[in-house]
């Protein structure tokens, strides 16, 4: 893999970097196809605890490459569907991802960038970052990052920075949620850290657990179904191996074992 470094430390933490800093991480199908495939296979990975998703360089992400969207200008109506499918499907793997996701933004994020801030769970960005849903500056539109800008910023929110491509800074994204959390550029490594640790403090099982129910419970009416749902997730990680140390452990006064020799 040229364009992504793909690292997995002791505690289980993957790092997924995008490695094209003199292209600003501008991504092309060979990148879009080299993070589906390390999604795919870092999914599997049995010791993994949670991914962190990060860009070399000044820039985070300026979106799609030129060069890849002049060649886009010549293909098919079949050839431009096949490489929307293939980013169609890089969003979904890292939205679906199993274990927590920490994304670090620094400089810009533009198009398509903002798609795989969304797609993550938490987001951090250094308080000189600057976004923009630049699509129809381009006569284009944001189409398979829509469905997650609108459950992350809402749609009336969606519909204005779709609309007037302006860009904003990373307090408006704070603002919008966006991303989570605003820090000086010298401390955004600290800040992700911080998440990190905070992450890894939780049950790994409990945390999928989680993932999946919160992803069920967004698109579900709050009716007696939802409500026996909810109710059946409680009691089944109650008894389960995971559940049980950690309610032990806390009535015993020390760590749960997948802390190791960590305190809490």
């Given at each position: 893999?040229?364009?992504?470094i ?29 993070l ?32 890849w ?18 980013l ?17 933004v ?34 284009l ?19 204005r920075?779709a ?12 603002d ?33 657990a ?12 709050l ?7 909810t ?34």
């Amino acid at each position: 893999m040229d364009w992504l470094i793909t690292d997995i430390d002791p505690r289980g933490v993957a790092t997924l970097c995008l490695n094209r800093p003199d292209k600003f991480n501008a991504f092309d199908d060979a990148l879009i196809g080299e993070l589906v495939q390390a999604l795919a296979e870092l999914a599997e990975e049995p010791k993994l605890r949670l991914l962190v998703l990060k860009a070399e360089g000044k820039h985070f992400s300026a979106g799609a490459d030129l060069n890849w969207m002049q060649r886009q200008v010549t293909q098919s109506f079949d050839q431009n569907l096949a490489e929307a499918e293939a980013l169609a499907e890089l969003m979904m793997r890292l939205d679906s991802f199993p274990h927590p996701t920490v994304c670090r933004v620094q400089g810009s994020a533009f198009g398509g960038a903002l798609g795989l801030i969304a797609c993550c769970d938490v987001a951090v960005a250094s308080d000189d970052a600057k976004f923009c849903l630049s699509e129809v500056k381009l006569g284009l539109v944001p189409a398979v990052i829509s469905p997650y800008m609108v459950r992350s910023i809402g749609y009336r929110q969606t519909r204005r920075y779709a609309l007037t491509a302006e860009r904003f800074d990373a307090a408006t994204a704070l603002d919008l949620s966006l991303v989570h959390d605003v820090v000086p550029a010298a401390s955004l490594d600290d800040k992700v850290e911080q998440f990190v640790n905070q992450l890894l403090a939780n049950g790994p099982q409990a945390l999928t657990a989680c993932k999946l129910l919160l992803e069920h419970v967004a698109t579900q009416p709050l009716d007696n179904e939802l409500r026996h749902f909810t109710a059946n997730e409680i009691a089944r990680i109650r008894i389960s191996p995971e559940g049980q140390e950690g309610l032990k452990a806390f009535f015993d006064k020390r760590p749960p074992g997948w802390q190791g020799k960590r305190r809490v």
